[in-house]
């Protein structure tokens, strides 16, 4: 069953819902990215909780006109009105009042929230209203999900996905510096209002599937994962689409097996396995990643350290410092170099003799950046440079080339 | 008579040769709240001509120069650049900010920071090439900073920060160079590298207009001067506007006056 529903095996229906999700997840890691990188990351959470006031007063308005109330298309309709009334109140608020975004953000989200359920709570005690479904639209449900709603999603998904690949380049230049972005002719607030717009179509298509509790998820978890996975924009928009379409596609092929399961916190549970193991392994930036780094950065410095000290004469005291030499044999159980341990000292002491000149002087001031205590001058600077170097430190205290 | 000529004979122009002027701002007031930041002020900026925007803290001159660039609405008044208003300037205009309010953890790497220099050529649905790349490579060797342009902009030193912000302008390839307080926070080796670019920029006939803090090199760096603490406190050439009397004027009880006599009359 987990198997036909992983291979889009179970169904026509199924497997629609199923692209469509996938599809979804995708716009929304790569449109989440921005608001990740813009920091504007809750305003997205206000957005999907100011939906359902909209959700519920579209199906009463459609029951109202003699319709079936449950009609996908114009749910969407009525929940991106109110989501969209959300925003300008929020920016209403922080704009025309001392009240901080947070506070904002806070205020809008309960409030409309607290007024969306009461219209749900209204529709339950409708003729019409019991078998509307309308909770599905809190967490999520792809039961009973038609033909013609999962096209909606998948439309609507790769619309949005091609909206935000074309806004690109002045999205992040907004993000990474908004007066810079300003000063070279971008229309800032506008670019503000197209990612928050892109964002809200986001919410609305993906309403019933994730649920607007948890879409924040959606468009948040995935940039998370990927900025652990990559040093520029282009890099976190690819990881952060596939972590999300994956976290769609398996949400969505889980719930089509196990109705009764929310199909919301099944994507967001997928997503946060994603994120724990990005965290711990991912390489470049990963928890893991970044120890290892240190303990073996940590070992060489001893090395060099040790090293310095052997060449000078000094004696050495820290213990790890002894150990990593003895273990590399450079010198022996008592302490004294070996025939290994005394070159590799020499040649560490010229190394480092070679380096405090050309950081005192102006004209290897380039090269002087790359020291770190551990780099070999040679991999820095050409022979000519450091026989230069060696004219300069002229006469050696015992440090032959 | 030329239109630099005049501006240094008369210290201003008159407004219908603001047209000739690489900036012209006229009249204009700033106010972040009810207390205006800059008010009234008038500036005229020869073509080719290296200006330092001067003024005790908090006397408006980011402001003025935001005003000018058309990041922030002026509550009155108007700036032109080249005789146009500055949203038809805007190809001819670079702009290195103070450094800075940009996130440092942001995911780019110093040579995706200059390419946002071209952003604005590139348009909307232009592709990024391989001349472009070539073009911010030598951006950033202009500054001495192509042995870094992989690494993530947030492992550089202040001063290599400030070096790649001044590279970022330069691929604006523009006409008139914004710079604020572009050697703060930055060592004198790094000082010297700015300036030499600047000067380079001006034998190019280019303009620059940098707000400076370190009144004993203004004689050095700059033929021009503007001397701000809200209003216009003086404007000209240095020997005309930077004296004893106009630092006096602006930075009021807050130097010795030692110090004024100092730098100024040191020129
Ligand atoms: N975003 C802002 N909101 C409110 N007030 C501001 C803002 N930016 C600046 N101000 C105020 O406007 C005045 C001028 O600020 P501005 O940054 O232009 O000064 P400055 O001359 O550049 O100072 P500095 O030398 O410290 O950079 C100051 O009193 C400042 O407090
Ligand atoms: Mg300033």
Redesign the interface.
Known sequence: MLWQALTLQLGYNATLVTLGATLLGVAAGVTGTFLF?R?RALVSDAISHATLPGVGLAFILMVAMGGDGRSLLGLMLGSAASAWIGLLCISALTRRTRLAEDAAIGAVLSVFFGIGIVFLTFIQTMSEGRQAGLEGFLLGSTAGMLYSDAVIIAVGGATVLLAVT??R??L??V??????A?????NVPRLDLIMMGLVMAITVVGLKIVGLILIVALLIIPPVTA?FW????T??LWVAGIFGGVSGYLGAALSAIAPALPTGPVIVLVSFAMFALSLLFAPARGVLAAVLKHLSFQRRVHVRQGLLALAQGQPIYEKLTLRLLRRAGLVRADGVATSDGKARAAKALRDETRWQMARSR?EF??AA?FYDGLTEIETVLTGDQINELDRLIGAPKGVRP | MTAIELATSNGTLMDDHGADAALAIRSMTVSYGQKPAVFSVDMTVPRGSMTAIIGPNGAGKSTLL?AA???IKPLAGSATVFGQPV?NA?AR?A?V?QR????WD????VL??VL??L??E?G??GRLRGTHKTRAMECLERV?MQ?FAKR?IGQLSGG?QQRVFLA?ALA?NADLY?LDEPFSGVDA?TEKAIINVLQGLRADGKTVVAVHHDLSTVPDYFDRVFLINTTRVAEGTVEEAFTPQTLQEAYGGRLAMGQLGQTALGT
């Not at chain 1, 993000?175 to 810079?180: G, K, L, N, V």
């Not at chain 2, 942001?106 to 790497?109: A, S």
Request: glycine share 6%.
């Open positions: 990188l920091k074309a806004f380049r002045p992040s230049a993000a990474f510096d908004p007066e810079f300003a000063s070279s002719g971008l900025r990559s040093e520029r924009v890099g976190v102006e001031a380039l950046t | 935001k660039l058309g990041v949203e805007r205009i702009y900010p800075a309010s940009v996130d942001f995911p780019t790497r995706d920071v946002m220099g952003y604005r590139l909307l649905l001495d042995d993530q290599q970022r604006q914004f080796a």
